[in-house]
């Protein structure tokens, strides 16, 4: 016999929607930290289906302010935020809790090279929204330290590419860095002219595919939260969002992989070493 359900009760449930899929943990979900790194297009989009999902604890690190050309993908930046040179991590903060107001979030105005690192062990799930190799690598390499899972997201155009690192299991960015990603390494891509060393191109961006695969980083990110990591992507998945292709490699381990050699943590992550 089912149970008897108050009128009322199921629409007065945030996620009673969510709830309903089965493998979702809402429980793990509302109680998770996340770390997100960068407050760009695939930062807002990362944000607010994280918010939308049900996690409750974010931290959120982008040095850039809003520029009326990063309107075309940034779901929660306004025209208003263009005028005053607003801190894109304070504005996303301030506009994620409009759309749920018992959250915390925690905006940091920095580089992510120069936060301390070792913040990321009190966080559950790592999502990499840079815009530029040189940081990607950086965070990779520290998440990997303190053994925490990192999905790293990143688009050109209507392409885009999605890579999860479950320390200690699978490879990790610095495995699959090739020549070419090493010559640009030091290249920055800000928004605002700040911080380039090496000037190029801006490159091309808009809003389908950044949705898509900021959506595909927090579903790869709420499996890992639901204790479901064995369905998560492996390793790599490249969309292209023109020919309508979607394809997933696995990558192998590379021995020589500096991130590898160095000292593994010790200490025990509650989603990386079950
Ligand atoms: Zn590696």
């Known amino acids: ?21 089965k493998w979702i943990d809402m429980e793990k979900i509302e109680s998770a930290r996340c770390f997100v790194a960068g407050a760009g297009a695939l930062g807002n989009e990362v944000i607010k289906n994280l918010v939308l999902s049900g996690v409750r604890s974010i931290t959120l690190v982008d040095m850039d302010f809003i520029v009326r050309s990063n309107l075309n993908r940034c779901v929660l930046f306004r025209e208003e935020d263009t005028l005053k040179k607003t801190m894109k991590a304070d504005v996303i903060a301030k506009r994620a809790k409009e759309l749920n107001p018992g959250i915390d979030i925690t905006p940091v105005n920095s580089r992510i090279e120069e936060i301390d690192s070792s913040c990321l062990k009190n966080h559950d799930v790592v999502f990499g929204c840079l815009d530029n190799i040189g940081a990607r690598m950086h965070l990779n390499a520290y998440a990997y330290f303190y053994g925490v899972p990192y999905i790293d997201g990143g688009t050109d155009g209507t392409t885009g590419k999605i890579q999860v690192v479950l320390p200690p299991d699978t490879p990790c960015l610095q495995c699959t860095t090739n020549k070419t990603h090493a010559r640009i390494l030091e290249k920055r891509f800000s928004c605002t002219g ?19 695969i900021a959506a595909i980083q927090v579903r790869e990110g709420l499996k890992i939260l639901s204790g479901k990591k064995e369905y998560c992507i492996r390793h790599v998945c490249y969309y292209n969002g023109f020919l309508n292709t979607f394809d997933s490699f696995e990558v192998s381990l590379d021995p020589m992989c500096p991130v590898h050699l160095s000292k593994f943590s010790k200490s025990v992550h509650p989603y990386s070493h079950s």
């Open 1 to 21: 016999m089912s149970a008897i359900i108050k009128a009322g009760a199921i629409d007065g449930d945030r996620f009673d929607r969510s709830r309903r899929i």
């Open 194 to 212: 700040q911080d380039i060393s090496i000037y190029e191109p801006k490159i091309p961006a808009e809003i389908t595919t950044t949705s898509i």
